[in-house]
């Protein structure tokens, strides 16, 4: 009769990636004691290992507690960020309003050059107008005295020339017809030049005015360009003033929060 069962697990040394088994050990009785010379007989029974538990899960490695000299170590680092981020924002919106002064500096510099240019060409054309009317009152005023020395040499050869009355008289004719021509045409001519000297004063005038318009216009102009700066550096100044005030209730929800969290 079979005694005693002892449940040992068993194990492959020389094969260890077999499977376990789960060896009985039974003892006998006085029947197995009778059959041995001597010893202890016994049965020895291989069955498959029932043992199906999972394997236990790594537990995760504890974190370490946060100390107070490492929230405030945190705390300084997180405002000295802070304090670097507006440094730098504050640096950029210099530089961005010296940007914008320079730019207007130079717009308004090229304004200027450009009113300057537009001055000094207004004035080479109006001299270049009175030289060109000069010299058409001098080259009308030698066609006269050209024209009245002609006549002058007519009436002196027709003066040597007439004989007889009808010579004369024929001579008299033509000398009056060309008189009344010669004054018709002297007329004409100081009626020219009357409308020419008129239209050039029309000029000279009309010029004048658009030189007086372009001016205002080009001082209208830079009056706009200093408003519309002005109105940008407020509205700069006003961003400027928006984010601070942002800045600063950060600032304070982090300090309250960082206190809190101290407590």
Not at 46 to 62: E, G, V
Not at 219 to 225: D, Q, T
Not at 233 to 252: G, P
Request: aromatic content about 4%; hydrophobic content about 30%.
């Amino acid at each position: 009769m079979r005694q005693n069962p002892h449940k040992i697990k068993v194990l492959d040394l020389q094969k260890p990636n077999r499977s376990a088994f789960d060896a009985i050990i039974v003892w006998k009785g006085k029947e197995g004691a009778k059959r041995s010379t001597g010893g202890v007989a016994y049965d020895y029974i291989l069955k498959p290992a029932t043992d199906n538990a999972l394997p236990r899960p790594i537990s995760p490695p504890k974190e370490k507690p946060i100390t107070q000299e490492e929230i405030f170590r945190k705390l300084k680092a997180a405002e000295e960020r802070r304090q670097s981020l507006e440094q730098q924002k504050i640096q950029f919106a210099a530089k961005e309003k010296n940007r914008v002064q320079e730019v207007l500096a130079k717009s308004m510099e090229e304004e200027e050059k450009f009113a300057r240019e537009v001055k000094a060409k207004l004035r080479r054309s109006l001299e270049v107008t009175k030289e060109n009317r000069n010299l058409q009152i001098q080259a009308l005023q030698g066609k006269l005295r050209e024209h009245l020395t002609k006549v002058e040499e007519v009436y002196k050869k027709s003066d040597t020339m007439a004989k007889d009355l009808q010579l004369e008289e024929k001579i008299t004719q033509k000398l009056e017809a060309s008189e009344e021509n010669r004054n018709a045409q002297i007329q004409a001519l100081l009626t020219r030049l009357r409308n020419h000297a008129k239209h050039i004063e029309d000029v000279c005038k009309a010029s004048e005015n658009i030189s007086k318009t372009s001016e205002e216009k080009i001082i209208l102009k830079m009056e706009n360009a200093l408003k519309n700066r002005e109105e940008y550096y407020r509205a700069l100044q006003e961003r400027l003033k928006e984010h601070e005030k942002k800045i600063e209730e950060v600032r304070r929800n982090k300090m309250s929060i960082s206190t809190g969290s101290i407590q």
